[in-house]
């Protein structure tokens, strides 16, 4: 059947399909500020580029609304503020609407800036099953002059782990010998379970033969890198979006239903966290975030 014969219920059908599926995508993209996955400026960024996206489709309240801490009240107030209608789309703003809602969104949420004159002391840290592990290994892999730290942990080792190269697998009184004589930089439990840290030595052994090191640990350890360290270069890895971060923990499958819900309740409050860190890397493919890790630890 052509196109101009097709029956109206079969158009019907199909604009009612394309209406549910632009839905659901703007749906995933409010969920996606609501969690921090993504900034408004972000979403207001790829609305302008494309009226015709989902972003561009959002209507303002409810882009207002997913902002964190943004209630109906003081929704209604920002619309008034900046004169502008609760029909609008975000993709149909004119342009001084557009500059005075960027400028809004930056004063009151600004995005972190880069921090001048970082050190070679590199962390990367993330909400669980962002992909830490899998972007470190890259980096092992393709960049071995970036010395990856081995840490200790009291978890136990799974098949093929090795000793010294994965962890340094210690049980729980050697591990309190460690923190006693000074010899983590940081330490912390993780998912409530085991018990992590970073020896010092070797890290700063690296650093005083001017190498780069790079830290893979959970946002505790990155709090008290930089404590240790100011000037410790702190990178946080992002998910391309909240759901292919439910997606990949789920994809692992290492994880029972309720160590995830646990662990993704866990990773709505690193997201929080993300504006302490010098820089945000979002893992879409592995070796694009790997390269940028790299170029951030030049
Ligand atoms: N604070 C801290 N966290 C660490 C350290 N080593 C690993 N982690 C974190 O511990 C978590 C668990 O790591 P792992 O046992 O390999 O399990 P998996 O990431 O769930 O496969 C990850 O979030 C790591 O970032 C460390 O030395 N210090
Ligand atoms: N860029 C990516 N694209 C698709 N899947 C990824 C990507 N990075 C990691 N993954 C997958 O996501 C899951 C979680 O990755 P992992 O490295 O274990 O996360 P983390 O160390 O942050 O907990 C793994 O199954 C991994 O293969």
Redesign the pocket.
Known sequence: MTEARRPPEVDRAAASRRAVAARRERAALKRDVSTRVITPQELLRRALADPESPAGAMRMPEFLTAIPAIGEGKRDRILTDLAISPVKRLGGLGARQRRDLMEFLDRRWPEPQPRAGRSRLVVLA????????????YIKEHHPEIRLSVSATTRPPRPGEVEGEHYYFVDDAEFDRLVESGALLEHATVHNRYRYGTPRAPLEKVLAEGGTALL?IDLQGARQVRAADPSATLVF?LP?SWD?LVD??V????EDAEERARRLRTARSELAAQNEFDYRVV????AT?AEEVVALAR
């Open positions: 993330g909400p669980t099953a962002v992909g830490k592990g899998t972007v470190a290994a893979e890895l391309p292919e990949r923990l994809g692992r499958g290492t893992n879409d493919d592995v975030a």
